[in-house]
């Protein structure tokens, strides 16, 4: 069966320092995987997806098919990165399975 | 432009009670999504429409649950005899099938089931 597992739920690191959120996931064929983020009082939007292969406000991640991971990194943690971040995986067909979630606080 | 939005925004039932949560998508979007997410945990995936057709609603968690989408635009999910178990925020999404697979959400409906 498809699963995301973020084995962090919550993960504060201090303005300035690197952030790596985990994400690991268990799927028998091709994964697409995404990141979505939620801000304080604002919709789930996208962050970004693996075969964008794109860094946006700073983040990227990559996909290890050998770990089945899809970890989330960015080099310098900023205080408005702070929000809830859900990894996502497309399985078949329109199928999406979102994982628990990490909240990152980001500490001035 | 407008977002896709969701109504009511709040719903309180009582348990037994009959409840319809309305998703208008994004305009010109195909793709429509519902899942649920309870408190604390990620959006689980319930059904997915391409237009009018529901092409998956392997994640209804029962027969109490039925979404339509009739004109292929406005999408109603419906709960029958509502439990406790019910009580979540339930997220509509919209995709324009572009191949990006890129949803965008809804703010969602909290539905409180006492």
């Known amino acids: 069966a498809q699963r995301v597992t973020q084995p962090e739920k919550l993960l504060s690191v201090f303005k300035g320092a690197p952030v790596e959120l985990k994400c690991n996931y268990s799927?028998?064929?091709?994964?697409?995987l995404f990141w979505y983020v939620q801000y304080s009082r604002q919709r789930l939007q996208l962050l970004l997806r693996?075969?964008s292969r794109e860094s946006i406000k700073g983040f990227t991640a990559d996909l290890n098919k050998g770990e089945t991971s899809f970890h989330l990194k960015k080099p310098f943690a900023q205080e408005e990165d702070s929000a809830m971040y859900y990894c996502?995986?497309?399985?078949?067909?329109?199928?999406?399975?979102f994982g628990p979630g990490t909240r990152l606080s980001v500490l001035p | 432009g407008a977002g896709v939005s969701q109504s009511p925004r709040y719903k309180v039932a009582k348990r037994g009670q009959d409840v319809a949560l309305r998703c208008d998508p994004i305009?010109?979007?195909?793709?429509l999504f519902w899942y649920q997410q309870a408190l604390g945990q990620g959006p689980e995936f319930l059904t997915y429409?391409?237009?009018?057709?529901?092409?998956?609603k392997s994640g209804l968690p029962s027969d109490r649950f039925f979404a339509e989408r009739p004109e292929g635009s406005v999408s109603t999910l419906k709960i029958q005899r509502t439990q406790q178990e019910d009580s979540a925020v339930y997220l509509c999404?919209?995709?324009?099938?572009?191949?990006?697979?890129?949803?965008?959400f809804g703010p969602g409906t909290r539905l409180t089931v006492t």
């Open positions: 999404a919209s995709s324009d099938n572009g191949g990006s697979y890129e949803q965008y």
């Open positions: 799927y028998s064929g091709s994964p697409e």
């Open positions: 693996h075969i």
């Open positions: 996502a995986l497309r399985s078949y067909g329109q199928n999406f399975v």
């Open positions: 305009s010109g979007h195909v793709s």
């Open positions: 429409f391409q237009n009018e057709a529901q092409l998956d």
